[in-house]
């Protein structure tokens, strides 16, 4: 099992705010998951959770077979197995697309050619590869979110977490965006947490696991 | 890109931010270069006036400030009878009062010590400095602002003098001072027989070792110490150096605060990026390298312009004519070693709240925050 969440609790403000509550997820290897749900429901929590950005009240989250317990867990996690892509982009706008794709490989303190070699890869697999020395400032909004997935993918990550990554997108940019990151990840044989309100792009995924109210729908499993 | 390519990247895109952390900096060290090299300055001012052709300085034991202490005129003509010293030169230091002029340095000397003939004569001759004409010699400065020449009298504390010459000195104390012929000086201020310290040039081979010997045995009121040992263990000077250093060290720590300021400001300004950064892989210590790099960074760029307007502001000042002499504009490497360690220290104590803070942003509520 790729990712186990079993029976998550997480609130906030001292409790009174209660975001998951009992949540359980699944996903195999090479799964493509989408989270459905309203606004409000978790979704984005319980990627947070999986990721370990977020510390669970209870439970158990498992990835890729270590436990989410303390920080160097969640620091080796982000580094090397798991890649995170925002509804927003996130990049720096005063570095150039390459400066903020290479900030993964510094975190990891990958080598430099190698980390060239991958970002150079994946600036052709995404068509941004002619950007990579303008700064994010000066990209449309379909290429800075084609940037954040370079980023997210840098390290070369099993497990990809998107949280609407195409919320902030128009009409064209959407498929397009979202048909990149289905080819990569299928190509790739990685694991796919899609969060999305989305019914369009959530069924173009492996499975749908519906959230409500905190809770996931049929045990997500 | 490596961190400290990131650290770099992060200043340039802050500009200004960057200018005012490192513009408090700046302050700091020339604020404390100047300080020290203007106090230093007067330091070696007075030294040189001790050490003028000699190598050992006798003086009383225990006093606090050398105008206070008094040592017999004749210990000078017995240590000249001692085979191991080649000159020995009474010197007595006072303040003097003249018209206009509160304080006036005052310098009691033999007609021929080697001082009068280190300095540029402009006016008179040494001839006329004598006991018997009771003539004074005048630095340029003191000639220029007591508005005298020679050939002319002077009023100095209760009495008039004729002027025997003006001389050009290097020394800014010796050139805004009066030389008296040292009989005269002592009369002047009832201090016959006595004078403030005797200057001691050894004789060729020999060491201050046998001075102080000497000394211990034969007059043990006093005391015999190298010219260095002298400036290290005089009382005036380690006050007058500890008062720039501290003063110095106070405007550094003011320009600590705009670094601490720059900082803060620089991490709550992007709290995004750094809750990014985390998503991205760094940990609690790269974040908080990154901003103690940056830190260190402004105080690294602050420092050398600090340097730069202390040396330039030195120069300055010492192109002042009433300060002339007065100034050394050299900065020894104590100085500049003493300041780097307090730009280090500055940049560290001033990141280490913005640095703590941004290591321990949570990522998923910093990525909330608006």
């Keep these: 099992m790729e990712i186990l969440v079993e029976d998550v609790w997480k609130s906030y403000d001292s409790g009174r705010i209660e975001v998951l509550k009992g949540v359980t997820l699944r996903v195999e290897k090479g799964g493509i998951v989408a989270l459905c749900g309203t606004s409000g429901c978790g979704k984005s929590t319980l990627l947070n959770v999986i990721s370990g950005l977020e510390e669970v009240d209870r439970g158990l989250v498992r990835v890729a077979g270590r436990d989410v317990v303390d920080e160097p867990t969640r620091i080796e996690l982000l580094r090397h197995r798991i890649g995170y892509v925002f509804q927003m982009h996130h990049l720096m706008p005063d570095l150039t697309l390459a400066e903020n794709c290479m900030v993964p490989v510094i975190a990891a303190g990958g080598k430099r050619a190698e980390g060239l070699a991958r970002l150079n890869e994946l600036a052709e697999a995404t068509g941004v590869a002619r950007r990579l020395g303008q700064r994010v400032r000066e990209l449309s909004g379909g290429e800075r979110q084609r940037g954040a997935l370079v980023r997210a993918l840098m390290n070369d990550p099993e497990i990809l977490l998107c949280d609407e990554p195409t919320g902030a997108l128009d009409e064209s940019n959407r498929g397009k965006v979202f048909d990149l990151l289905l080819e990569l990840v299928r190509s790739r044989g990685r694991t796919l947490v899609l969060a999305t309100h989305d019914p369009e792009l959530a069924g173009r995924c492996d499975r749908i696991v519906r959230m409500r109210d905190g809770k996931t729908e049929g045990k997500g499993i | ?370």
């Design chain 2, 1 to 370: 890109m490596s961190l400290w390519r990131m650290v770099f990247t992060n200043l340039r895109r802050h500009r200004v931010r960057t200018a005012i952390g490192a513009a408090g900096i700046a302050l700091g060290v020339a604020t404390m270069l100047s300080v020290v090299g203007l106090l230093g300055g007067a330091v070696k001012m007075f030294e040189r006036i001790l050490q003028s052709d000699s190598e050992v300085v006798v003086f009383e034991k225990n006093v606090s400030d050398l105008f206070f202490s008094n040592v017999p005129v004749e210990v000078a003509g017995e240590l000249e009878k001692q085979p191991f010293v080649k000159d020995a030169r009474p010197v007595l230091f006072t303040i003097i009062t003249a018209p206009g002029r509160p304080v006036v340095t005052c310098f009691g000397i033999s007609p021929d010590d080697p001082r009068l003939k280190k300095g540029e004569w402009l006016q008179g001759s040494a001839a006329d400095f004598t006991e018997q004409k009771n003539g004074v010699v005048l630095g340029e400065r003191a000639a220029d602002f007591l508005n005298a020449k020679a050939g002319g009298t002077i009023e100095l504390g209760q009495g008039t003098y004729p002027v025997a010459g003006v001389l050009r000195m290097e020394n800014g104390f010796e050139n805004g001072g009066v030389f008296m012929p040292l009989g005269t000086c002592q009369r002047e201020f009832h201090k016959e027989g006595l004078c403030s310290v005797v200057t001691v040039a050894l004789a060729d081979g020999h060491g201050s070792a046998e001075v102080k010997e000497w000394m211990g045995k034969n007059h043990k009121r006093l005391t015999a110490l190298e010219n260095e040992e002298f400036s290290r263990s005089y009382s005036q000077f380690k006050i007058m150096k500890t008062t720039a250093w501290v003063v110095g060290g106070c405007a550094f720590l003011l320009g600590g605060l705009s670094v601490t300021n720059t900082m803060i400001l620089s991490v709550f300004g992007r709290i995004k990026e750094l809750a990014i950064a985390r998503v991205c892989g760094f940990s609690r210590g790269q974040v908080a390298r990154m901003i103690f790099g940056e830190s260190l960074l402004v105080s690294a760029i602050g420092t050398a312009l600090g340097w730069a307007l202390s040396v330039g502001g030195l120069h300055a000042l010492r192109a002042v004519p009433q300060l002339q002499g007065y100034i050394d504009p050299r900065i020894g490497w104590m100085e500049v070693a003493g300041a780097l360690s307090l730009a280090v220290f500055t940049a560290l104590a001033g990141a280490l709240y913005p640095a703590w803070y941004a290591a321990n942003l949570k990522p998923a509520e910093a990525l909330r925050f608006e």
